[in-house]
């Protein structure tokens, strides 16, 4: 049944001779599998942040059922989150040409009038409005965050989630609608070979009926729109690596101030200064580590730390910003043992703060699972010399396949219990 859709475009404003239903679905593909792939990823760096561990890490209270599938984040192996939150944050940015030029190939549609024709018509419109919208705030309030970080304090995490459900399940919609027009669309341009459209054939609203002479071919246009991926790519991938490669990350800030060389040479997100620690309050005599547990209260200054066990671990340190760091190698007390020396022989999760007074991150919970793993630690060494004041000096946490987040830096107590 052909749709009379031709009265209802505003003709002269979309003459592009590019626009099509193979174009469209092209795009399409690309993005069905880029965003499915970005919205696994996304929820999973929520679940990796413990946000179930209350009241610290939960910036979304009200999540209720969305948070139906949190699962314990294992540690193994150290380098998941590095992978993981380097996919959603590398891809994310890759996939930023493809949605404007999926959003650009169906422009004539969002403003076809009348708005709506039928019940169902209505429907199909406003989830092509959560979606278009729900595109645009979930890719704007990702890039934000990579670049500026604290545009919205402490608000990054309810809006990007409750973003991406809502997002999501209108993408849902918007491909069950879709999928069927999207495959025969793509048939067709398997039989008649390339992009050519062809009138009568699933044309729909999207061909201009008047198109003016093209200044670039269909083919030409797929190399733009992948030219500016690749663009987006190569300036990017670079962050999740040291040395010469993230001097590539060009386009993408590389976390904090610029690492600088040396064992303390590797990304910093917040300095010391900036988060407020004075070089009094961290010195030898000034700082103790007030540990909880069932069996009581101790304070350890950091000659009774060194003589604990100490043990080495080579960890990286990745960000729900994107960036991470190699391996580096840390050395310190195990949690375990320090849960120990509190009478928690079995694992139980810990609250850790840090000397820090204000500003996000300066708390953190960490699962039993994370306690218990031999590589955790209480690190007071990085790379075989004490800690820089900006990598958290005098002690710091360190759990594999973490979020950066959870790493909490100038640790002042640990209250190990059941959180
Ligand atoms: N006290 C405190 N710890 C903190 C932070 C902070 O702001 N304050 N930032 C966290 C974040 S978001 C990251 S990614 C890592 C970065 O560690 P680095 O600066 O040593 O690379 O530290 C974590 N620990
Ligand atoms: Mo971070």
Redesign the pocket.
Same mark, same amino acid.
């Given at each position: 049944m052909a749709r009379s859709v031709l009265p209802t475009l505003p003709a002269p404003r979309w003459r592009s001779p590019l626009r099509g239903p193979r174009f469209t679905a092209v795009l399409g593909v690309v993005l069905l599998a880029g965003i499915t792939v970005l919205f696994v990823t996304g929820l999973l760096s929520y679940a990796a942040y413990n946000p179930d561990l209350s009241p610290v890490n939960d910036k979304t209270p009200g999540k209720g059922i969305l948070g139906f599938y949190l699962f314990s984040w294992p540690t193994d192996p150290s380098w998941l989150y590095r992978l993981t939150q380097g996919v959603h944050v590398t891809l994310g940015l890759t996939l930023i040409p493809v949605l404007l030029a999926k959003l650009w190939s169906v422009l004539p549609r969002l403003f076809t009038m009348p708005p709506a024709r039928s019940l169902s018509h209505a429907l199909e419109r406003l989830s092509l409005l959560l979606l278009v919208g729900g595109a645009l705030f979930q890719f704007t309030t990702g890039v934000l965050n990579v670049q500026l970080d604290y545009v919205f304090p402490g608000s990054f995490y309810p809006l990007h989630f409750y973003g991406a459900w809502v997002f999501f399940g209108a993408f849902l919609a918007h491909v069950a609608l879709k999928t069927p027009v999207a495959l025969r669309n793509l048939r067709g341009m398997r039989q008649h070979g390339g992009m050519r459209e062809h009138e009568g054939e699933e044309a729909g609203d999207l061909v201009a009926p008047d198109p003016d002479p093209p200044t670039i071919s269909r083919r030409g246009a797929f190399g733009l729109v992948g030219g500016a991926s690749l663009l987006m790519f190569v300036t990017s991938a670079g962050r999740s690596f040291d040395g010469p490669l993230r001097q590539t990350a060009v386009l993408t800030p590389h976390g904090?101030p610029e690492p600088g060389t040396g064992p303390g040479g590797?990304?910093?997100? $917040?300095t010391a200064a900036y988060?407020g620690i004075r070089p009094a309050e961290t010195s030898a005599e000034a700082w103790r580590l007030v540990v909880t547990g069932r069996s009581g209260t101790v304070r350890l200054t950091r000659a009774d730390l060194l003589a604990m066990p100490l043990h080495s671990a080579a960890l990286p340190?990745a960000?729900v910003e994107g960036w991470s760091t190699s391996d580096q190698w840390w050395r310190g007390v195990r949690l375990r043992d320090l849960a120990a020396l509190v009478g928690e022989e079995e694992p139980t999760d810990v609250f850790v703060e840090?000397l820090?007074r204000r500003?996000?991150?300066?708390k953190a919970a960490l699962r039993a699972n994370q306690v218990a793993d031999p590589r955790s630690l209480l690190a007071l060494f990085v790379n075989g010399e004490e800690l820089t004041p900006?990598?958290?000096h005098p002690a710091r946490i360190i759990v594999p396949a973490a979020p950066?987040?959870l790493?909490? $830096?100038?640790v002042a107590r640990l209250t190990f219990s059941d959180l």
């Open positions: 904090g590797f990304q910093v997100n $917040k988060a340190i960000c840090s820090q500003g996000a991150f300066r900006d990598h958290g950066g987040v790493n909490t $830096k100038w």
